[in-house]
């Protein structure tokens, strides 16, 4: 009982020590290595952050990272090295590039499309509304009613057809 307490202990130690965060003299180093590790994508989850990922690769770039900014690198320097090694993967938002832009694109252009679409579609429907009847139109719907309107009304009981 008291082995499997400690081995409980250990195995609870060791992962909450995991993801601790690197400890950095200068506060402004402890922003960028938060923000950058959250701005990063780790390369083997699915959509996770560097500073929430539990994954040998996410721990080996957190490292590299804080190594990086105590070395004096910029926060662009970093992302490039790593875009450099893992691909555009790692970053959350693409860099709009030549090989990018449609990515960056296509919402607005469905949007405008979207926009252009339902432009046509109340036109059409203005356009398709009924119009007054014409003078043949008349007649016709006056000898329907006739034909078909019960007996029981008078004359001024009937009302004229709305256009």
Same mark, same amino acid.
């Given at each position: 009982?008291?082995?499997?307490?400690?081995?409980?202990?250990?195995?609870?130690?060791?992962?909450?020590?995991?993801?601790?965060?690197?400890?950095?003299?200068?506060?402004?180093?402890?922003?960028?290595?938060?923000?950058?590790?959250?701005?990063?994508?780790?390369?083997?989850?699915?959509?996770?952050? %560097?500073?929430?990922?539990?994954?040998? +690769?996410?721990?080996?770039? !957190?490292? /590299?990272? =804080? &190594?990086?900014?105590?070395?004096? $690198?910029?926060?662009?320097?970093?992302?490039?090295?790593?875009?450099?090694?893992?691909?555009?993967?790692?970053?959350?938002?693409?860099?709009?590039?030549?090989?990018?832009?449609?990515?960056?694109?296509?919402?607005?252009?469905?949007?405008?499309?979207? %926009?252009?679409?339902?432009?046509?579609? +109340?036109?059409?429907?203005? !356009?398709? /509304?009924? =119009? &007054?009847?014409?003078?043949?139109? $008349?007649?016709?719907?006056?000898?329907?009613?006739?034909?078909?309107?019960?007996?029981?009304?008078?004359?001024?009981?009937?009302?004229?057809?709305?256009?």
């Amino acid at each position: 009982m008291l082995i499997a307490c400690a081995l409980g202990a250990l195995v609870f130690v060791s992962l909450a020590s995991a993801n601790e965060p690197h400890r950095f003299d200068d506060p402004s180093l402890a922003g960028r290595y938060q923000a950058l590790t959250e701005e990063l994508r780790c390369p083997k989850c699915e959509n996770q952050n %560097l500073a929430s990922s539990n994954a040998p +690769i996410a721990a080996d770039m !957190r490292d /590299r990272i =804080s &190594e990086w900014l105590n070395q004096g $690198r910029s926060d662009e320097q970093i992302r490039q090295a790593l875009v450099d090694r893992f691909g555009e993967y790692v970053l959350y938002k693409p860099r709009i590039e030549s090989r990018t832009w449609l990515l960056w694109g296509l919402p607005g252009l469905a949007v405008l499309l979207g %926009l252009v679409i339902l432009g046509l579609l +109340i036109i059409r429907a203005r !356009r398709e /509304r009924v =119009s &007054e009847l014409d003078e043949r139109e $008349r007649a016709r719907l006056a000898e329907l009613l006739e034909k078909h309107a019960p007996e029981a009304l008078d004359e001024d009981d009937r009302q004229e057809p709305r256009p």
